[in-house]
């Protein structure tokens, strides 16, 4: 999925948040932020990546690793009054990886890694056409990746519909 995406659908999920639990969570602009950097953390791992098909691969984006660190910051945290903002920041990590999970087309997510070394992805996968470094110039391959990835309309629509609804949820 894209940045710009993650980081809609980030407000979107606050929103939602603060309306279902308004005494833990507040749609304001401190947690805007955090959401916003929550949502968008398990994708940092691009700036020393090869190749954007092995951009799922590493620990930024393996679920099994958020839920023990989740688990052990949350046995250390949780008495505390900031708890909420933990709280917060897990839940946007993962709605990060559901979200690629669902828009994968080059990497899917490995859900249970290390006990089990296999992608899912909610779409057929094609990992060739993500062979690509992100930051040196392949026009060409950079071009069939993204015809390749806004081919599947259903995703397209998808993936627009996410970013309505954090723009919308920004603004209400």
Same mark, same amino acid.
């Given at each position: $999925?894209?940045? =710009?995406?993650?980081?809609?659908?980030? =407000?979107?999920?606050?929103?939602?948040?603060?309306?279902?639990? %308004?005494?833990?969570?507040?749609?304001?602009?401190?947690?805007?932020?955090?959401? *916003?950097?929550?949502?968008?953390?398990?994708?940092?791992? =691009?700036?020393?990546?090869?190749? *954007?098909?092995?951009?799922?691969? !590493?620990?930024?984006?393996?679920?099994?690793?958020?839920?023990?660190?989740?688990? /052990?910051?949350? #046995?250390?945290?949780? %008495?505390?009054? +900031?708890?909420? #903002? #933990?709280? !917060?920041?897990?839940?946007?990590?993962?709605?990060?990886?559901?979200?690629?999970?669902?828009?994968?087309?080059?990497?899917?997510?490995?859900?249970? +890694? %290390? @006990?089990?070394?296999?992608?899912?992805?909610?779409?057929? *996968?094609? %990992?060739? @056409? /993500?062979?690509? &470094?992100? +930051?040196?110039?392949?026009?060409?391959? $950079?071009?069939? &990746?993204?015809?390749? +990835?806004?081919?599947?309309?259903? @995703?397209?629509?998808?993936?627009?519909?996410?970013?309505?609804?954090? *723009?919308?949820?920004?603004? #209400?």
């Amino acid at each position: $999925m894209l940045s =710009i995406s993650h980081t809609l659908f980030s =407000i979107f999920i606050l929103r939602l948040l603060s309306l279902i639990f %308004p005494l833990f969570f507040f749609f304001s602009f401190p947690n805007i932020l955090i959401s *916003i950097i929550s949502a968008n953390f398990c994708d940092f791992d =691009i700036f020393w990546l090869k190749k *954007i098909s092995t951009h799922h691969r !590493l620990v930024f984006h393996l679920p099994l690793f958020y839920l023990v660190l989740f688990i /052990g910051v949350s #046995i250390i945290t949780y %008495p505390l009054t +900031y708890y909420y #903002i #933990i709280l !917060l920041i897990f839940i946007q990590i993962f709605f990060h990886l559901f979200t690629d999970y669902v828009t994968g087309r080059t990497a899917g997510i490995y859900w249970f +890694y %290390p @006990l089990l070394n296999k992608q899912y992805s909610l779409f057929a *996968i094609k %990992p060739r @056409l /993500g062979n690509y &470094h992100p +930051y040196i110039k392949n026009k060409g391959k $950079m071009k069939k &990746h993204f015809i390749f +990835y806004f081919q599947n309309r259903l @995703l397209v629509v998808f993936e627009l519909f996410l970013c309505l609804l954090g *723009i919308v949820a920004f603004f #209400i």
